[in-house]
């Protein structure tokens, strides 16, 4: 026979397991998380694709220009102006103005040699040019100078050059040009390279002084095989990339291609001109050099980071009131830079304008009509 104990464990388990049953009753109700092994409460299916979170992404522009197909080559940065300044005259240096890697302008005084001895000169110069002259007027004493003879300007002509006065103009003339020469100063803008003499030194016309390169013209020889050569033009465009720093793209003209193709290499060699002012490309680089073959004018052009594949077919998305707009489009030539959008073979129109915005940045996953928040890459409007 059960005892009162049994009784009352066995009504407050009861009580225990229904109360248990009530709140996950209750946690249901109020949408808490079901049970394990329970069917979710939404099917996946019904998740909305028009989700309002706008996702990041970064937009370029399209626009209507020229494709430039290129020659890709590579080469060595030269200075169109670089110079080795010397000194040409003797004497003590007294100052120097510049240190290495200060830029300069043109006609700034780098160094100065002691003016003293060269002032001496002249004067002892000017000195001897006078006694030439006063020579000369006491050798045309009592000269008529009315008479336009072939005799009296015989006679004049005997006197000067007795008197000395024309070595004297000389060496007056050579006098003044060495002080001159005293003070040297830069011929061009640019930067000191080196710098070869110190105050209080003795230096022979010959020494060395300076070097001075402008690192806003440089040129590069670049090297192009043989078989690309045909397709490069003076005057054409030309896009230099440093080979030590890659995303750093300037943009140059074609100068000449040269004449001479070296027998062992099978290439030529062209000359680019760079106009930077930067400093970041300077002589002695190498780097490389994409070279103008071809220019497709008034073409649709969008960022080749625009242009993807899915399903083998080639699309854009574009920018369009805020949602990604998913648009299969027919693609041309390609530089690596920006690609061709052609007319589309039924409507016989770019399915993309000018003044359009692609996205060419967080945009590989996207869904058609996904909502986006454009960052521009470049200057424009985000639509």
Not at 89 to 110: F, Y
Not at 121 to 147: N, Q, Y
Not at 188 to 201: I, L
Not at 319 to 324: D, E, I, L, V
Request: with cysteine; aromatic share 2%; charged share 25%.
């Amino acid at each position: 026979m059960p005892s009162r104990s049994d009784g009352v464990f066995g009504t407050v388990a009861v009580l225990m397991l229904w109360l248990g049953a009530a709140w996950v009753s209750g946690c249901r109700d109020r949408g808490g998380s079901p049970a394990a092994g329970d069917a979710p409460a939404t099917p996946a299916a019904d998740i909305r694709s028009d989700s309002t979170v706008a996702l990041p992404v970064v937009g370029a522009l399209v626009r209507r220009g020229d494709l430039v197909l290129s020659v890709r080559a590579t080469g060595a940065v030269r200075a169109e102006r670089l110079v080795t300044l010397k000194v040409e005259t003797q004497g003590t240096v007294s100052e120097v103005l510049v240190r290495p890697g200060e830029r300069v302008a043109a006609g700034q005084v780098l160094v100065r040699l002691d003016p003293r001895p060269l002032d001496l000169a002249v004067r002892e110069a000017e000195a001897a040019l006078d006694e030439a002259r006063t020579r000369l007027l006491d050798a045309l004493v009592g000269d008529d100078p009315a008479d336009t003879s072939a005799a009296a300007a015989q006679r004049r002509q005997g006197a000067r050059m007795r008197s000395g006065i024309a070595g004297a103009e000389a060496r007056l003339e050579r006098a003044r040009l060495d002080r001159e020469r005293a003070t040297i100063t830069a011929p061009f803008g640019g930067v000191v390279d080196r710098v070869g003499v110190v105050a209080a030194q003795r230096v022979g016309a010959g020494e060395e002084i300076a070097r001075l390169v402008d690192l806003g013209s440089l040129t590069i020889e670049a090297s192009v095989l043989e078989h690309d050569l045909p397709y490069v033009r003076a005057g054409g465009q030309a896009i230099v990339a440093p080979s030590a720093s890659r995303d750093t793209r300037y943009r140059g003209t074609i100068e000449a291609v040269l004449p001479v193709v070296d027998t062992a290499t099978r290439a030529g060699r062209v000359l680019v001109r760079v106009r930077t002012g930067d400093g970041r490309l300077r002589p002695g680089m190498y780097a490389d050099v994409q070279l103008e073959a071809a220019r497709l004018v008034g073409r649709v052009l969008v960022p080749a980071g625009a242009v993807i594949e899915r399903d083998g077919r080639t699309l854009v998305f574009r920018a369009r009131a805020g949602r990604a707009d998913w648009v299969y489009v027919p693609v041309g030539r390609s530089n690596g830079v920006e690609t061709e959008i052609l007319a589309d073979s039924v409507s016989g129109r770019t399915l993309v304008a000018p003044g359009d915005t692609v996205l060419v940045g967080g945009h590989l996953t996207l869904t058609h009509d996904a909502p986006i928040r454009v960052r521009l890459q470049e200057g424009g409007r985000v639509p």
